[in-house]
C-alpha cells in the first residue's frame, strides 16, 4: 500500500518555540493531505486539510496563525506549530489521499509526539 | 463533529479468547473502515466494508455490517498479546476535499 511518512517522529522543546512537522507521500501524488491531533486516549480531530497549491481549510476552533500550514508540492505538507505552548503538546498525524480508480484511498503518516517544555 | 461511536470503550481479555468491538454511526455510508493503532503510533488500515457487504474476513478478523442499524462490528479471533491496540472505526468522506470521520475507539487489552 502507499506510504505516507512523518519527520520527525518525536520533538521536544522549550514553551515559545515554533516546530515543523513534515508530512511526505512517498509512492504517490497527495492533492490532498490532512493534519489530525490527537489528544491521550482521545480519538483523531482533524485540525485542518491541505490542497496542493492553495491555502489550508481549518476545523473551527484551531487557529490558523497558530498551525501554519503549507502544502508546496504533491507530496510535501508541512505544519509549523507557532509560538507553542504545553498546552500544544499532543500526537500530529498526517494524511494523504490517493484517488485509486473507484474512489480514494486515505494513508496515514506514523505520527510526530510533540512535547512543549 | 464524530460520526462513529464504539463501545466499549475498553476491554480486557486473556490471550486466546476473542474480541468484539461494535461500531455504530449516524448518516448512510458508502464504506466503513477499520483502523488499529498501537500506543505512541499511527493508525493501520485494518478492513474496509462496503455498504453492499454483510461480512468480511481479513486473517483473524471478522467485519459485519448492518446498514439498517447503522453498525458494525469487529471481531478478533484467538486474540493475541501483541494486538492489544486501540481501535477505530472510521466512515468516508462526503466530499472531494473532507476526510474520515473517526469514532472514539476501543482500548483492547490482551493479557498473556
Known amino acids: 500500500g502507499a506510504v505516507v511518512s512523518q519527520h520527525p517522529s518525536r520533538v521536544i522543546c522549550k514553551s515559545g518555540t515554533s516546530v515543523k512537522i513534515e508530512c511526505r507521500s512517498l509512492?504517490?501524488?497527495?492533492?490532498?493531505m490532512f493534519w489530525y491531533r490527537q489528544f491521550p486516549k482521545q480519538s483523531l480531530m482533524l485540525m485542518a486539510t491541505?490542497?496542493?497549491?492553495?491555502?489550508?481549510?481549518?476545523e473551527q476552533g484551531v487557529e490558523k496563525d497558530k498551525f501554519l500550514i503549507n502544502h508546496a508540492s504533491l507530496t510535501l505538507s508541512t505544519l509549523t506549530v507557532t509560538s507553542a505552548h504545553p498546552e500544544d503538546s499532543s500526537f500530529y498525524i498526517c494524511?494523504?489521499?490517493?484517488?485509486?480508480?473507484?474512489?480514494?484511498?486515505?494513508?496515514f503518516g506514523p505520527g510526530t509526539r510533540l512535547t512543549v517544555t | 463533529s464524530q460520526q462513529g461511536e464504539e463501545d466499549p470503550q475498553a476491554l480486557s481479555i486473556q490471550e486466546g479468547e476473542n474480541a468484539t468491538m461494535n461500531c455504530s454511526y449516524k448518516?448512510?455510508?458508502?464504506?466503513l473502515q477499520w483502523y488499529r493503532q498501537n500506543s505512541g503510533r499511527g493508525l493501520v488500515h485494518l478492513i474496509l466494508i462496503r455498504s453492499n457487504e454483510r461480512e468480511k474476513h481479513s486473517g483473524r478478523l471478522r467485519v459485519t455490517l448492518d446498514t439498517s442499524k447503522k453498525s458494525s462490528s469487529l471481531l478478533i479471533t484467538a486474540s493475541r498479546a501483541a494486538d492489544t491496540a486501540s481501535y477505530f472505526c472510521?466512515?468516508?468522506?462526503?466530499?472531494?476535499?473532507?476526510?474520515?470521520?473517526f469514532g472514539k475507539g476501543t482500548m483492547l487489552l490482551v493479557s498473556p
Open positions: 472510521a466512515t468516508p468522506p462526503r466530499g472531494r476535499y473532507s476526510t474520515l470521520t
Open positions: 494524511s494523504a489521499r490517493d484517488y485509486r480508480g473507484d474512489g480514494y484511498e486515505q494513508y
Open positions: 509512492d504517490f501524488q497527495a492533492t490532498t
Open positions: 491541505s490542497n496542493e497549491g492553495s491555502k489550508a481549510t481549518y
Open positions: 448518516t448512510s455510508i458508502n464504506n
